[in-house]
């Protein structure tokens, strides 16, 4: 259904070059690869003003073992308070904030800035994640205490004191909140706290047995005009066929179509108020196709549609 909001016009992109919570290194890369594959233009071409902040400053990674279930914890913290900062800064000046990841532990930074926005705004928050994995996991049950693997359960209050509650208020966000899509690789206790926490998941068997369509129609239900839809892309959703660029690719996930018509579907809400770009590993991606699929189909999530209809 084609809804009358509109998008925010002024557009803010923001890099934040670590891969400080990843299990392998060049996440880092991210942020310029995005660029190189001419990010902003491709959005100034739907009709909006992009400006590039840059990129955020953070701890180098010092590549060590975890301790106590979690490895770099501090520097996680300071690189999640940087783009939470960030990230609040331009939801406040009602503009639309573009997370260039970096791994994922960075949606904590993100997510818990759009959660205080949306607290302080009345608004109610959507969080689309969409992603090969649950990122659902805590220092007990991680077999690896790669924090790119615990963000949505620090952002339910799951984790440790330094990066849950970021928001001003534990949990940042409720369960409810969340529609996980494209999931196909949950390590065992992290499924039993999906489970108990009560996460809406539409893993790879639903879209297999529903299709995409159906699946963003559940996904997408129930907003409205005073809800501020928040996109989290882990580029890992994608079939690793089409997007090898990544660290931890898992087969069997959306093609290039079902990619497509999810962001299109996004898009034609009218809701997406800021997004996450994440995961982007150009040390395995192949001449930078990975980030010209992903620009591709942000490129749709900002209104590109693959075919012409009345009125658009
Ligand atoms: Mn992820």
């Given amino acids: 259904m084609q809804n009358t909001a509109t998008l925010p016009t002024q557009i803010t992109l ?3 070059p670590t891969d400080i919570g990843a299990g392998a290194r060049g996440a880092s890369m991210g942020p310029e690869a995005l660029r190189v594959a001419d990010l902003g233009a491709v959005i100034e071409a739907q009709g909006f003003e992009v400006t590039d902040r840059g990129n955020l400053y953070g701890p180098a990674n010092p590549w060590l073992p975890p301790v106590d279930g979690y490895r770099h914890l501090e520097e996680v913290t300071a690189w999640n308070q940087a783009v939470h900062d960030a990230v609040y800064a331009e939801l406040s000046l009602g503009r639309m904030p573009i997370l260039l990841g970096g791994d994922h532990c960075l949606g904590i930074g993100s997510i818990s800035a759009v959660a205080r926005h949306c607290r302080e705004a009345g608004k109610k928050l959507r969080v689309l994640w969409l992603d090969a994995h649950a990122d659902f996991n ?9 924090i790119h693997g615990m963000p949505v359960a620090c952002l339910c209050g799951y984790g440790p004191e330094q990066i ?3 928001s001003g208020q534990t949990p940042d966000i409720e369960p409810g909140w969340v529609r996980q899509i494209g999931i196909r690789s949950v390590d065992q206790g992290e499924k039993r706290l999906v489970h108990e926490a009560g996460l809406e998941v539409f893993d790879m068997r639903y879209l ?3 299709g995409m369509r159906a699946t963003m129609e559940a996904a997408l239900a129930g907003l409205d005009a005073d809800t501020h839809l928040h996109v989290s892309f882990d580029v890992d959703f994608l079939d690793p066929d089409i997007a090898p660029g990544v660290g931890t690719t898992v087969p069997g996930g959306p ?3 079902e990619a497509q018509l999810c962001m299109e579907m996004i898009a034609d809400t009218g809701l997406m108020r800021s997004l996450d770009v994440v995961e982007l590993n150009p040390a395995f991606d192949v001449r930078n196709k990975t980030a010209e699929l992903a620009v591709d189909l942000i490129e749709s999530l900002f209104g590109k549609s693959t075919l012409m209809r009345r009125g658009s």
Avoid: S, V
């Fill in 14 to 16: 923001i890099g934040a």
């Fill in 138 to 146: 805590t220092h007990a049950l991680t077999p690896t205490g790669n």
């Fill in 164 to 166: 849950i509650g970021m």
């Fill in 208 to 210: 297999d047995e529903m």
């Fill in 255 to 257: 093609t290039y179509r």
